[in-house]
């Protein structure tokens, strides 16, 4: 993976989860150095240690809860444990602490990121449902505009009836992620004279929510299929099955789990 590609990741679990949270074998694929840029621009944020990891024990890869960690003392590392309760010959298997780590993104998070980015007060007023999050007042060349964050299927900023998708205006500059202020002092300078709080039409909205849902309904068949054919295998290895299939259209396993089961 490149740092762009988590970039595309990470946006599309906020357009397409909301706040999330991100395992320990998620972030593992990242290049190194990755969680450190994400996490000083306060994409990211540590949170508490996982309660269930991926067992190393055996192929399978089953999602089994943790048993036992024990802190490091008397020159010993900490040591972490789960209890394999699936094959009789497995028993106590043990794992790398660092497994526990797990990481918060959140919408909230990001959008804060992007107001302090473009040195404006931040707002935070949900509109249209929760849709669409007023950012603040940006001063184009010509006017200044209510810049929004809209979160429905996909992120976008809208200021007026225009709208940019926000991963065009997202830039690596010096190992740091910075916002391409200048298409967006276009974006408000060029914006239409309709309600600041606009969001796009209806139809669009709609037609976009109708694509997403019939795209979960596709990998719930594909885990009913995958699971009919492999028995007794984690949640994690079948969403990454179907992340490396072109029905994962580049969404991350975490995505994929949390919407690959009927509700």
């Known amino acids: 993976m490149t740092p762009d590609d988590v970039l595309q990741e990470l946006i599309q679990s906020l357009a397409a989860d909301g706040d999330t949270l991100l395992p320990w074998d998620q972030v593992r694929r990242w290049p190194k150095g990755a969680v450190e840029v994400f996490q000083n621009a306060g994409w990211i944020v540590p949170t508490s240690p996982a309660t269930e990891v991926v067992c190393p024990g055996c ?7 943790v048993a036992k960690v024990f802190p490091a003392e008397n020159g010993l590392p900490t040591r972490a444990y789960v209890a394999c309760d699936r ?22 998070q990001f959008a804060k990121w992007i107001a302090g980015t473009l040195a404006f007060s931040f707002r935070g007023k949900r509109l249209e449902g929760g849709s669409l999050l007023e950012l603040g007042l940006f001063k184009g060349k010509k006017r200044a505009r209510m810049l929004c964050l809209y979160m429905d299927g996909d992120l976008a900023l809208v ?29 408000v300078d060029s914006a239409t004279g309709a309600d600041p709080r606009y969001t796009p039409g209806n139809a669009r909205r709609e037609a976009r929510k109708l694509e997403t849902q019939a795209m979960y309904e596709i990998w719930r068949k594909a885990y009913r299929e995958l699971k009919g054919k492999y028995l007794n295998m984690s949640d994690v290895w ?4 179907i992340a490396g299939m072109e ?13 690959m089961k009927p509700k």
Request: glycine letters at 10%; aromatic letters at 6%.
């Open 59 to 65: 192929e399978e890869s089953c999602h089994i809860p």
């Open 87 to 108: 094959r009789p010959d497995m028993g106590t298997v043990k794992f790398h602490p660092a497994r526990l780590q797990q990481w918060q993104l959140t919408q909230g």
């Open 159 to 187: 200021a007026g009836s225009d709208r940019i998708p926000l991963v065009d205006t997202i830039r690596f500059t010096d190992g740091a992620l910075s916002l391409d202020a200048h298409s967006i002092r276009q974006l």
């Open 238 to 241: 079948y969403s990454e099955r």
């Open 247 to 259: 029905i994962g259209r580049g969404r991350s396993a975490g995505t994929i789990r949390k919407k």
